[in-house]
């Protein structure tokens, strides 16, 4: 059974830093990735990681993130730092077969975990 399941949101204050964890079973993918969706927004991607390490990030992460994998245990990681208020929204884990930022292109989702930074 493919399962993805996320932690380590929180609420943090503007400037703050949050480490994410996502803890997949059931498969190994090539790709995965973090997106995020804020209130009456449309689901973003975030950054997305290959098995040989190889990264791609949205341009809004402006060198705040960085995406991390550990293959052996199955885990992704998403540290974030110098936090911003726009960065406030839902965080999710998925896994796909391509390099993309495309929501369209993962097929396996976990159920996300809020991230809520004060000004």
């Known amino acids: 059974q493919v399962q993805l399941v996320e932690s380590g949101g929180d609420s943090v204050q503007a400037g703050g830093s949050l480490r994410l964890s996502c803890a997949a079973s059931?498969?190994?993918?090539?790709?995965m990735g973090w997106f995020r969706q804020a209130p009456g927004k449309e689901r973003e991607g975030v950054a997305v990681i290959s098995s040989v390490l190889n990264r791609l990030y949205a341009d809004f992460v402006n060198g705040r993130f960085i995406i991390s994998r550990d293959n052996a245990k199955n885990a992704l990681y998403l540290q974030m730092n110098s936090l911003q208020p726009e960065d406030t929204a839902m965080y999710y884990c998925?896994?796909?077969?391509?390099?993309?930022?495309?929501?369209?292109?993962?097929?396996?989702w976990g159920q996300g975990t809020q991230v809520t930074v004060s000004s």
């Open positions: 059931g498969f190994t993918y090539a790709y």
């Open positions: 998925a896994a796909g077969r391509v390099m993309s930022l495309r929501q369209g292109d993962f097929g396996y």
